[in-house]
């Protein structure tokens, strides 16, 4: 398996522009997760979804940021507009349901600027 | 969520065993403690979970105190790609949802 697929890997864009993150989970596999890195922050759980249904968005920083999953291979996180404050790496992770372990594998990230 | 603490970084020579410490004092009856890392411009990684008992597997063992108010990660023999972040987590048995800390910095020294 290829793992837990994003794209792009590196963004840069402009303040007020939209930006859209891209994930493709690990086949199989029935949790999707978004998480958001800085230094100041550390690793944050924005947003996750259960078979294709969001769950658990209270990371949501504001009503810039929203996520869907039209289906099970395929997610997008989308900042409209777009804020320097933004600027972070974006991971997604997935994780198929196994009781007491369910670990989680995270893509590579997205390394998002916003200037 | 239950917390845990761990030191924001140590130092280990290359090939001698490193004790990565974990406090979760509130930790409750069903958390399990997970353990991830995370490598330098990569996302973190699964490493080990335990329950009550000790535990290994290829990568690291994990200690876990009789009161389970404490843990410890163990690599038996640090290398230069050992140098990452390590996560100590407390995980509900169904539930998925994790909060990742702050970690400890591990740095191998050659």
């Known amino acids: 398996d290829a793992g837990v697929i994003q794209s792009p890997r590196h963004e840069v864009t402009e303040m007020g522009q939209e930006v859209t993150l891209r994930c493709k989970p690990i086949s199989g596999h029935d949790y999707l997760f978004w998480y958001r890195q800085t230094m100041m922050r550390g690793l944050e759980l924005l947003i996750y979804f259960n078979n294709n249904v969001p769950i658990d968005d209270s990371g949501m920083p504001e009503d810039r940021f929203s996520a869907k999953m039209p289906n099970a291979s395929f997610s997008t996180l989308k900042i409209q507009p777009s804020e320097p404050r933004d600027s972070a790496v974006y991971f997604c992770a997935s994780s198929q349901f196994r009781d007491t372990l369910s670990e989680q594998y995270f893509g590579p990230g997205t390394r998002l600027t916003v200037t | 969520d239950a917390k845990t603490t761990q030191p924001n970084s140590m130092e280990s020579n290359e090939e001698e065993p490193v004790h990565l410490p974990c406090n979760h004092s509130t930790i409750s009856g069903t958390d399990y403690i997970h353990w991830y890392r995370q490598l330098p411009s990569q996302g973190p990684e699964y490493v080990i979970h335990?329950?009550?008992s000790n535990v290994n597997n290829r990568m690291a063992s994990l200690a876990i105190a009789e009161d389970r108010k404490s843990s410890t990660l163990i690599l038996h023999r640090a290398t230069l790609r050992d140098a990452a972040v390590y996560y100590c987590i407390l995980k509900s048995g169904g539930y998925q949802k994790v909060t990742f800390g702050t970690g400890t910095k591990l740095q191998v020294i050659p």
């Open positions: 335990g329950l009550t």
